[in-house]
């Protein structure tokens, strides 16, 4: 039934083609991106200062981000979300271009490497707001949290395939997994496009006159005093930036689990599978009652989860710690985005969208840099079970300091 009603709005079926489209080429690249650095510069560097070098290439990404955050949620709300929308995917596809003509050498140069990375960093900080403040305009008020669910599906669904064909791709050659996100770079392009096409109003409300620093400002001050959504975020946040281990998966697959990039494909795959089989759960039954509960028991889960997945040193059981990471983490997701996407006035949800972008950029590009650095001190198993402990700690604390998250109670979109 709720696929019905949400898929009967041809312009949230083209907008969800697009989101599947773009996560996968994402994680493809991503997959392939960190198998090429990892393998380039093993050829000179032990695998601590190797895995450094991975973690680089996430803050590569994220600095651009971080720089042009708040700029860029002022633009969401501001301009047609719908062309933000295509310029982003369009610039992205250049990357993928100049990832593959790098990758194309026998010795990559690490330098070109992260500067088109801050390129597509900077792309990236303008399409995550502009996506996801897009699609409440694509519905009507009362499937919302439906098209929510299914939105977070399509990325999940992306989630599932990217990593996979990046790594069966990247075992055959990284320009063809990298060549293939190009590809469907293309089509997230096309898509956009088409929704700019139709007769969809993407353009928020705002006073007119309104500077983007006023904008900004605005953004900032709803933000601190939404107590719940500030919680919700800033949980994902640090919870993710502590236990993310996607940055030691290549080391893990090489020097522990004793498998290739096939291998890392299919860590990666997995936890976007236990995600991507709750975020299809969520769709059909949507958690309605007892947000606060969820997520933080969510966070625990994945803290948890990822201890176990840190201890683990047999293939199988690393898989299926991954997967219930990823299965407990979509709970907070699907949570953390009724809150931005439902609670949040639509002339702000772009401004808020950009901050909970950011956060969730801080805790994936930024949390791979940390575990490179970390796993410089403590180790690759060290860093792992750093990260598990972290996460648990996290949840406690956000309990006390976020009561009102704590109590968080039903996810309804207002009157």
Known sequence: MSFRLVFAHAAFATFWTGRIAGTTATLMQSVALGWLVYASARMELEIKESLFLVGMLGLAQFLPMFLLALVAGAVADHHDRRRILLVCSLVQLSCALGFAILSLREQPSLTAIFGIAAIFGAARAFEMPARMSLAPA?????????????????????????????????????????????????????????????????RPRHAPGTS????????????????????????DLFAVLLGGVTALLPAYAKEILATGPEGLGWLRTMFAVGAGAMTLTLAFRPIRRHAGPWILGGVAVYGAATLTFALATQ??????ALMLAGAADSVSVFVRQNLVQIVTPDAMRGRIAAVSGLFISASNELGEFESGVVARFLGLVGSAVFGGIGALAVTGLWAGIFPELRRADRLEPPE
């Not at 900004?216 to 500030?230: A, K």
């Not at 293939?315 to 299926?320: A, D, E, R, T, V």
């Open 212 to 235: 983007r620093l006023v904008m900004i400002r605005e953004g900032l001050i709803h933000l601190r005093d939404s107590r719940i959504v500030l919680g919700a975020i800033s949980l």
């Open 315 to 320: 293939l199988p059981l690393s898989m299926l």
């Open 138 to 202: 694509l519905v009507p008020r009362e499937v919302l949290p439906m098209a929510i669910a299914w939105s977070t599906l399509g990325m999940q669904i992306g989630m599932i395939a990217g990593p996979w064909l990046g790594g069966m791709l990247s075992a055959i050659s990284t320009t063809l997994a990298i060549g293939g996100a190009g590809g469907l770079y293309l089509l997230a392009a096309l898509t956009a496009g088409r929704l700019l096409a139709m007769p969809i109003d993407a």
